[in-house]
């Protein structure tokens, strides 16, 4: 009986139905697919893959305004 352990099988049963009443059947794919993509963004991060982004931030796009100038 751990006091700051996981939960055990009564406990995770008691979650999972209260996260069901919360987002209803038809959202829990919607919440799966957002904290996978979550998760994997935050991996990528750690393993330094988000470097990619930083490249791409010195390459800014032209905007129209400045295209008018010329």
Do not use: H
Request: without cysteine.
């Amino acid at each position: 009986m751990a006091v700051l352990g996981l939960p055990g099988g009564m406990e995770w049963v008691i979650i999972l139905v209260v996260v069901l009443l919360l987002f209803g059947p038809s959202r829990l794919p919607q919440l799966g697919k957002s904290i996978g993509k979550t998760m994997k963004a935050i991996r990528d991060g750690v393993d330094g893959k988000g470097d990619d982004l930083e490249d791409d931030e010195d390459e800014a796009p032209v905007s129209k305004a400045s295209k008018s100038d010329e």
